[in-house]
């Protein structure tokens, strides 16, 4: 059976909360403070720290953690509900309520509650993520950024029969047992498909497309063996530095975009803070190469393919072909392959990371093997193809894992607040 053909209740009354709307009519309405007290602050050494993350109670390094600071964090234990009632402004879609399975010590800035009356704690584990989310995030609009269990005391919660309750608990624990299972099983396909367009473009951009083509040993040991007919140049002979500066400034200004190659800035910024003045700045043309010399370790060299000229940082490296390139985004596709992306490594200079340069005289040094120029459109052709068969996929997977987290949110919801009668046959609804 699927979700909308599960049994309702036959009658129905308002809650009194338009969170949660209209419920059974046999169910009771409670507030919060004749199910929960809080538990006054007690600490406890001898536990690790820990932590709410989306939803649940996590154990976290400690090591960091002054034990000044760790003298005043308070015990929650296995079986205790946890709640983050700091910024509520702040991080509005994880999950800021957790019945936790761990005992650890937390901030003093958390709520911890225990139950005051017999109660199915996996039941109120789904309804207290609903109220998070539907009601208690409310609490901190405004100057309010930071609650207090007294906030959230007469809140009013929905109390089914205790045979109701573990009913939909269990219900709701085999369902989004499932739910999950298929949702990590698409990442798992996305990851794969993720891998496989790397491969084949890895693949085409060192090997060619033909996989019966004699091959050759570049005479580069980390570049290995080639098609026979291709060469192998150093980037001195191939790149040549653009120094160009802009004399006025004027010039629209790009940015770097690890997702979307480089872009007009004012397109991703509207307020972006930029410096005082562009003068100086450096002058892309269309299909230049633009490479941030900070981020080697990286890979992040972007071909122009903007069809006006702009401006990128001073500190960025502009490169134009000078022979034997025809379309920089082979050079751009090239050096995102972990072997060079290694080779940049060796050869930067630095040992923090983010001062980490990559000099253009360290970048010429290096080799690269060079196919014929119609060889290089038709693998440029060919990944681009590629890309986009692979990337049309993954775009299908990740709908249909949102389909499924939206789902799973309204199959919770409507257990949690009785919109559905879920009985001890009705486990087996489709997903």
Request: proline residues 3%.
């Amino acid at each position: 059976m699927t979700l909308q053909t599960l049994p309702k209740y036959e009658t129905y009354k308002d809650s009194g909360e338009d969170w949660i709307g209209n419920i059974p009519a046999h169910w009771e309405v409670r507030k919060l403070k004749h199910l929960f007290f809080e538990k006054k602050h007690k600490k406890n050494m001898m536990l690790s720290c820990g932590s709410i993350s989306f939803g649940k109670v996590i154990a976290k390094d400690d090591e960091k953690i002054p034990e000044a600071t760790k003298a005043s964090y308070q015990e929650v234990l296995s079986g205790e509900f946890l709640i983050n009632p700091l910024n509520l402004n702040y991080d509005l879609i994880s999950l800021r309520i957790a019945l936790s399975n761990i005992s650890v010590v937390v901030s003093a800035g958390y709520i911890v509650i225990k139950e005051k009356v017999f109660l199915n704690k996996d039941y109120f584990k789904y309804l207290l993520h609903r109220y998070d989310v539907s009601y208690m995030k409310l609490l901190g609009s405004g100057v309010r950024q930071t609650i207090s269990f007294n906030h959230i005391a007469n809140s009013l919660l929905i109390f089914p029969s205790s045979e109701e309750q573990t009913t939909i608990a269990h219900f709701l624990d085999q369902k989004t047992a499932q739910i999950d299972a298929a949702i990590a099983i698409k990442e798992q396909q996305i990851a794969l498909l993720k891998e496989r367009k790397q491969i084949l473009i890895q693949q085409a951009v060192t090997q060619g497309l033909d996989p019966t083509v004699p091959m050759k040993d570049s005479g580069v040991e980390w570049i290995g063996k080639i098609p026979a007919h291709w060469e192998v140049k150093k980037l001195k002979y191939v790149l040549e530095e653009r120094n160009e500066r802009s004399k006025t400034g004027e010039e629209p200004l790009f940015m770097m975009s690890q997702i979307h190659g480089l872009v007009v800035r004012a397109d991703y910024h509207d307020k972006a803070e930029v410096a005082a003045s562009n003068v100086d700045n450096k002058i892309v043309y269309k299909n230049d190469l633009v490479f941030n010399k900070l981020k080697a370790h990286l890979g992040v060299f972007f071909k122009s393919n903007i069809e006006f000229n702009g401006l990128v940082s001073p500190d960025y490296a502009v490169y134009k072909s000078k022979a034997y390139i025809h379309d920089m985004k082979i050079l751009e596709v090239l050096f995102r392959h972990p072997s060079y992306i290694e080779q940049f490594i060796i050869r930067a200079t630095g040992i923090v990371e983010g001062l980490i340069r990559l000099y253009t005289g360290d970048l010429f040094d290096m080799s690269v093997p060079i196919a014929p120029k119609k060889e290089q459109l038709e693998i440029l052709e060919f990944i681009d193809k590629q890309s986009t068969l692979h990337d049309n996929a993954i775009v299908i997977q990740q709908q249909q894992i949102e389909k499924l987290r939206e789902y799973k949110t309204t199959l919770i919801n409507s257990a949690v607040t009785g919109k559905i009668r879920v009985t001890n046959n009705a486990v087996d609804v489709s997903i």
